[in-house]
């Protein structure tokens, strides 16, 4: 069974950072993928940013420039420094990450973490 957890969501102003957490636990995980989406009310979830296992990242044009996914592989653990935050990165921000099963890959998903940026 693999289980993904995020933390560090909160309330911040604009203009403020914030640092989101994410571990990914389970016996005998090979992970290839982990990265986050996010979804404000009334939208779609839409990606944030993503990380390989070759430490590449790709990011959301919105969030480029301000937002950084780094990676501990040993820890299966992913972060998400968020800078100069606005109210419109407001959402629930979900981590995923993308495990290698004895067929294809299976996609394991966190149970969101809150993110309200407003002064």
């Known amino acids: 069974q693999v289980q993904v957890v995020e933390s560090g969501g909160d309330l911040v102003q604009p203009g403020g950072s914030l640092r989101l957490s994410c571990a990914a636990s389970?016996?005998?995980?090979?992970?290839?993928?982990m990265g986050w989406y996010r979804q404000a009310p009334g939208k779609q979830r839409e990606l944030v940013a993503f990380?390989?296992?070759?430490?590449?990242?790709v990011y959301a044009s919105s969030v480029k420039g301000r937002f950084a996914i780094s990676r501990d592989i040993a820890k299966n653990t992913v972060y998400l420094q968020m800078n100069t935050l606005k109210p419109e990165d407001t959402a629930v921000y979900y981590c995923?990450?993308?495990?290698?099963?004895?067929?294809?890959?299976?996609?394991?998903w966190g149970q969101g973490t809150q993110v309200t940026v407003s002064s």
């Open positions: 995923y990450a993308s495990v290698r099963a004895n067929v294809g890959t299976n996609v394991y």
């Open positions: 389970g016996s005998g995980l090979s992970i290839y993928t």
């Open positions: 990380i390989g296992s070759a430490g590449d990242p």
